[in-house]
Every structure is written in structure tokens, then in C-alpha cells.
């Protein structure tokens, strides 16, 4: 870099971004699998996950006057790489040099007291994997996430960051720049959070699993066509495997009413051919499709396959593998994966 009167000399924003998309091409050449932050638009984050990470960094007075340096470092593409593991996060930052700097960023684990009251809270209240990767949980959840000390963001003592560069400020521009190029990745994947944090994401959602597992086996004595559906998309959904001793029942045919005035063989005959005649018509094809997609796949297929498939409604796709489930037709080789028994 060039200094005119012990000032670095002024570089163009166009000139940083071209500058970090030829080195990130010389990268890609030696490491095809780099994952460099490119943002769509001027907003760093724009999902849930991504805006609150970084409004978490911004909130405390240990970041608040430093983090901001690493704002343009991102927006121009000056991230060439950034990798979200369990508790680290690695990353490449274009600077002022022609090589990059790296950039190591070490976060601890939720502390396991916070885990436990946070699971305790989402108890009955989280529902399914999208809404939490979404975003979309009560506005009470969110606040309990976000509790400064006690939520799933990290706090500055929790922490800890090394970059190459000669920069003697505890958080340098390259540092703050991979900060909010987690912000950003994000945006993209919000399950790395929890990758990061190491908590297991299902936890979050499990006793509510479980709540209703209890409640729909409750009410399986019923043996309504709704709880059967209802228990078919909870197994699909969450791979729960209901067993022999509280798996509900399949819905038995409904008794045909006999006129008195009928012989008792006649109305015999008559709900013999005529009842599983209709049910024949209604249910058979459905059931013989599904059954011949299962039989195609010889390592197994999973229910979302099968719906894509057939071209069936999925809550019927679901109650059909359930009752061939119940049959021994086939049987669950892996969570939400079929295979039909030879």
C-alpha cells in the first residue's frame, strides 16, 4: 500500500471489491470448497437469526465502537472464506495486502444451566423445525433467546479471537468483518448457529414432541380416522415410532345397518360385496401406488419421496404407510425412511 504524508493512500470501494474477487478466484482455483460471504443488497442480515446475532454484538460496550470498523470489510466482499464449526469459526479477510488475513474466532458452548432453562421454557412451545429456523415463534421466545447472560447469544467473555494481521487493536477490522459474516451465513443457514453454540436443535422441540405423542395416545382409544391421521403425520414429521403397545388402531369398517325387513343372510352378502367393494374403489389404487413406489426403491424411500411421487395429498400418503406399517408390509429402516418387507 502507498502513504502520502504518513497516510495510507485513499482505495475506492470499487477498487477494494475488484480486488477481493481476483483473489478470491486465485482461491477457488487451489480450494474450490471456500465459502466466501456475498451479500445480496446493501443489508448484512436480513432473517431472524442474522439481524439479532448481530444486534447482540452491537448491543455491548466492549464491541459497540470497534465492531462497526468491519461493516464495509463485508459489505465489498473482503470475507474470501468463512467456516462455522462446533465452538469456531475460521475465515480468510482481503486487507491492504496481497495475501489475506486469517481470521480464528472461538465461541464456548451455551452454558448448560442457560440450555436447560431455555428447553424448559420452549416446552409445549415449539412446535416444529421450521418455525424455529424461521424465525416465527412467540415474541416471548425471542426475548428469552435474546437475554443478554442468560439467552442462546454469546456474551463478549465468551468470546475469544486471533487474527494474522499487524493491527494491535483487541478487535481489529478483519475480526469485526468475520463477525458479521457469521451475521450473514446465517441468513443462509440459521441450524449453524447451534453448530456453533454446540446444543443439539432438537431439544428444542423434543418434550413438545413428546406432549403430543401422550395426547394423541390419550385419545387413540377413540380409534377416529383424525387421530389416526394425526399420529401418521406426527411419526412422518418428527420419526417418532409408535409401538405395538401404543400404536393406535386401525379404523374398523363401519357396520352396515340391517332393514328389518332383509333375512339376516341377504344383509350379510349385501355388506360383503357392496362395503368392500367402495372401499376397494377409494383406497385400493392410492394404496397399491404407494405400495409399488415402495417396492421400487430397494433401499428405502422416504415419505416426502413418496408424496413427491405419487402425486397424492401427503396426510393420505401418511396414512397409508402407517396402515401398511401396521400390516408388516414394510417396515422403518431410518427415521421417516421405508423399505418394503421381502
Known amino acids: 500500500m502507498s502513504y502520502y504524508y504518513g497516510f495510507p493512500q485513499y482505495v475506492s470501494v470499487g477498487e477494494k471489491k475488484a480486488k477481493a474477487e481476483r483473489k478470491l478466484k486465485q482461491l477457488k482455483k487451489k480450494n474450490p470448497g471456500i465459502q466466501p460471504i456475498v451479500l445480496e443488497g446493501s443489508a448484512i442480515a436480513k432473517t431472524w437469526w442474522g439481524k439479532e446475532w448481530n444486534k447482540n454484538l452491537e448491543r455491548y460496550a466492549d464491541y459497540s465502537n470497534r465492531i462497526?470498523?468491519?461493516?464495509?470489510?463485508?459489505r465489498h466482499g473482503a470475507v474470501l472464506d468463512l467456516q462455522i464449526k462446533p465452538g469456531q469459526v475460521e475465515a480468510l479477510v482481503q486487507g491492504s495486502r496481497s495475501t489475506p488475513y486469517a481470521v480464528s474466532i472461538s465461541i464456548d458452548p451455551i452454558p448448560k444451566n442457560n440450555w436447560n432453562a431455555i428447553k424448559q421454557t420452549c416446552k409445549g412451545r415449539m412446535d416444529s423445525f421450521q418455525k424455529l429456523i424461521a424465525g416465527e415463534f412467540p415474541k416471548a421466545l425471542g426475548e428469552v433467546f435474546t437475554k443478554s447472560g442468560s439467552g442462546l447469544f454469546p456474551i463478549p467473555k465468551e468470546i475469544r479471537f486471533e487474527c494474522s494481521c499487524p493491527d494491535w487493536a483487541s478487535m481489529c477490522k478483519h475480526v469485526a468483518a468475520t463477525l458479521y459474516g457469521v451475521g450473514a451465513r446465517l441468513d443462509q443457514d440459521p441450524s449453524l448457529f447451534f453448530v456453533l453454540r454446540k446444543v443439539d436443535i432438537n431439544d428444542l422441540i423434543t418434550e413438545t414432541v413428546k406432549e403430543s405423542k401422550k395426547e394423541l395416545l390419550s385419545k387413540a382409544r377413540k380409534k377416529t380416522s383424525r387421530v389416526i391421521e394425526d399420529a401418521s403425520g406426527l411419526s412422518d414429521m418428527f420419526g417418532i415410532d409408535f409401538g405395538e403397545e401404543d400404536?393406535?388402531?386401525?379404523?374398523?369398517?363401519?357396520?352396515t345397518k340391517i332393514k328389518k325387513t332383509a333375512s339376516k343372510k341377504q344383509a350379510i352378502r349385501k355388506a360383503a360385496s357392496i362395503i368392500p367393494e367402495k372401499r376397494k374403489n377409494s383406497k385400493l389404487t392410492g394404496s397399491a401406488k404407494i405400495e409399488k413406489i415402495i417396492r421400487s426403491h430397494k433401499k428405502g424411500v422416504s415419505v416426502s419421496e413418496l408424496i413427491k411421487t405419487s402425486g397424492m395429498e401427503a396426510q393420505k400418503v401418511r396414512n397409508i404407510v402407517f396402515q401398511l406399517k401396521k400390516l408388516k408390509r414394510i417396515e422403518s429402516i431410518a427415521r421417516g425412511i421405508y423399505q418394503w418387507v421381502k
Open 68 to 74: 462497526g470498523r468491519g461493516r464495509s470489510y463485508v
Open 247 to 255: 400404536a393406535p388402531g386401525i379404523v374398523k369398517a363401519p357396520v
